[in-house]
């Protein structure tokens, strides 16, 4: 079964700190992975991509890493601020058609505290 | 910022009520969604349309319809609104992708909140 589990479930650290959030995925065949942010009361918001070939992709403060052989992605937040407050929700797409079908996680309720 | 607006915002409606969630987009993007979001769970794909005339039922199954004349908009509609309808809807559109990869961002609206007493 393709499921998408993210971990942890809720998460407080205080401002400037790091955090590492995790998703661990059983979608097959891979084609691609997304880490999305959501704000309280918004849509969901594309942060960043991983294809099947990439390792490492950074986007300002987010740094997303991806290990197609044990299925686990990680979104890495340096010098967190109050503005990362926020769901951050992993969506895995399959290739099974040409237009893909996606799995969505639960997500990571992050929150930064001054 | 994405160029995709959902209306109403907030809404609370008694039972028995026909409700439609409005959603429109000017990307000229062929692919819209209808997602519904519970907190704390993951969002499911309720409805889903390739291009005008073209609508398909999602993985949850929904007592809505919608319907898609123009590109630009994908209305969600309720004949008679329960309070196990109450949710967030999320309308979402993509472009159109053929083939390996399917990169396919989603660009999301703001979300109807819908409470039904």
């Known amino acids: 079964k393709n499921q998408v589990e993210q971990s942890p479930q809720s998460l407080i650290i205080l401002e400037g700190k790091n955090c590492t959030l995790q998703?661990?995925?059983?979608?097959?065949?891979?084609?691609?992975l997304r880490w999305y942010k959501q704000d309280t009361g918004r849509g969901p918001v594309s942060l960043t991509i991983m294809t099947f070939s990439e390792n490492t992709k950074s986007n300002g403060r987010y740094t997303a890493t991806l290990d197609a052989d044990t299925k686990q992605s990680s979104l890495h937040i340096t010098a967190s601020q109050l503005s990362d407050s926020a769901s951050y929700i992993c969506?895995?797409?399959?290739?099974?058609?040409?237009?893909?079908?996606?799995?969505f996680g639960r997500g990571t309720q992050l929150t930064v505290w001054p | 910022e994405a160029d995709i607006y959902q209306t109403p915002r907030y809404l609370v409606i008694g039972t028995g009520k026909k409700i439609t969630l409005e959603c429109s987009q000017t990307m000229g993007h062929d692919k819209m969604y209808w997602y519904q979001q519970d907190p704390g769970m993951e969002l499911h794909l309720i409805h889903y349309?390739?291009?005008?005339?073209?609508?398909e039922k999602g993985d949850l199954s929904s007592e809505s319809t919608v319907s898609r004349i123009r590109t630009e908009h994908f209305p969600l509609t309720l004949e008679s609104a329960r309070p196990s309808h109450t949710s967030q809807y999320l309308c979402?559109?993509?472009?159109?992708?053929?083939?390996?990869?399917?990169?396919?961002?989603?660009?999301f609206g703001e979300g109807s909140r819908l409470t039904v007493l």
């Open positions: 998703c661990n995925y059983t979608v097959s065949p891979f084609s691609n």
């Open positions: 349309s390739y291009g005008v005339n073209s609508t």
């Open positions: 969506v895995v797409s399959d290739r099974g058609s040409t237009l893909g079908r996606l799995y």
């Open positions: 979402a559109s993509s472009e159109r992708t053929g083939g390996f990869p399917n990169t396919g961002e989603l660009f």
